[in-house]
């Protein structure tokens, strides 16, 4: 009687021990490919002698977010946080996601989506870090490819990569396959907005300085506007703003995100801060402002904002804003 009562038991805990492995299984498997990335880009992230280091939203290749891009992001996180360099001390901190979205809803910023050099920049000022991890997810067959970068927050450099295959569970299929506003798979497709018509040119006289604006193109992600100046009044030198830490030129999508410039032209100058030119009286001076990291979906600008300044004899002036509204942003 022992040894049967000693065999049922036995044949218990090996059952026991098989169904909670079969369960398991799916978790581990991520989990260890996880921890790969994660271990090898530590040692890139403390060789680099970065401090403090953020983990984005992962996306597809188009750059759009799905559910399952945000959970492989969460769980890199964690695995980053805890990763362990053999020993010795990593050097550097993960910002919490929660707390990241959080300062970046306050500052009216995306942390979702392809990361351009400008938007680096913006996170790294903003968040406090030295550098931004971008992940892409790309489904292959019975597995899903994941590529991680480490970006540079003030240069946007990649400074680190690898990559790891994960099989495509049943779990990571229902995640890939959801859209990330609701957490639910759209019935639907949601339909293309139209395009508004187009509208005259617009007009603003400030100061005796006439800005008549042509239109704003998008070409991949840069919105650039291009307008004419005119000098109604003597010939005098105007400074054109970009994208300066205290006063910037600006554009709002019909989504409600707010763009900075990231650099201006004023007839033959440029440059990513500001520009300056004389501009001679009656005569129009093309001007272009271009603006990164605009979203595919937008298709017009609710609100742009221009801003310049004159310099006169006692030096330059106080910043001047000049504003069009509802222009059509053609591709």
């Known amino acids: 009687m022992r040894k049967i009562h000693f065999f049922r038991l036995s044949l218990i805990c090996i059952w026991s021990i098989a169904i909670s492995m079969a369960?398991?299984?799916?978790?581990?498997?991520h989990e260890r490919e996880i921890n790969n990335l994660s271990g090898a880009l530590a040692w890139d992230i403390a060789s680099a002698g970065k401090k403090t280091v953020a983990v984005v939203d992962f996306t597809d290749l188009q750059g759009n977010v799905t559910e399952l891009g945000r959970f492989l992001a969460e769980e890199f996180s964690v695995a980053l946080a805890g990763a362990d360099l053999a020993g010795a001390d990593k050097g550097f901190e993960v910002i919490d996601r929660t707390?990241?979205?959080?300062?970046?809803?306050?500052?009216?910023?995306?942390?979702?989506?392809?990361?351009?050099?400008?938007?680096?920049?913006e996170l790294g000022k903003i968040a406090g870090v030295d550098a931004l991890i971008t992940g892409t997810i790309t489904p292959f067959g019975e597995s899903v490819r994941i590529l991680v970068k480490i970006l540079?927050?003030?240069?946007?450099?990649?400074?680190?990569?690898?990559?790891?295959n994960i099989a495509k569970t049943q779990v990571i299929e229902e995640l890939l396959a959801r859209g990330i506003e609701t957490g639910v798979a759209p019935a639907t497709p949601t339909p293309a907005r139209p395009k508004p018509p187009a509208v005259a040119q617009q007009s603003v006289e400030v100061k005796g300085l006439l800005f008549q604006l042509d239109g704003c193109k998008v070409s991949g992600q840069t919105a650039t506007c291009s307008f004419l100046i005119t000098n109604k009044e003597v010939d005098r030198t105007v400074g054109l703003r970009a994208g300066t830490?205290?006063?910037?030129?600006?554009?709002?999508?019909?989504?409600?995100?707010?763009?900075?410039?990231?650099?201006?032209r004023m007839a033959n100058a440029s440059g990513e801060e500001w520009v300056q030119s004389?501009?001679?009286?009656?005569?129009?001076?093309?001007?272009v402002i271009s603006f990164g990291g605009i979203s595919?979906?937008?298709?017009?600008?609710?609100?742009?904002?221009?801003?310049?300044?004159?310099?006169?004899?006692?030096?330059?002036?106080?910043?001047?804003?000049?504003?069009?509204?509802?222009?059509?942003?053609?591709?």
């Open 23 to 29: 369960f398991s299984y799916p978790l581990m498997a």
């Open 99 to 121: 707390h990241l979205r959080t300062i970046l809803a306050e500052h009216k910023l995306s942390a979702t989506g392809i990361i351009d050099p400008q938007t680096a920049r």
């Open 152 to 164: 540079d927050s003030e240069t946007a450099r990649i400074i680190g990569a690898s990559g790891e």
């Open 245 to 264: 830490r205290e006063y910037f030129s600006r554009l709002f999508d019909d989504f409600g995100y707010e763009y900075r410039a990231n650099r201006a």
């Open 278 to 287: 004389v501009l001679v009286s009656g005569v129009p001076t093309r001007a």
């Open 296 to 331: 595919p979906q937008a298709s017009r600008a609710t609100l742009l904002e221009i801003k310049f300044r004159q310099l006169t004899s006692r030096g330059w002036d106080d910043i001047t804003i000049v504003q069009f509204r509802n222009i059509p942003l053609s591709r």
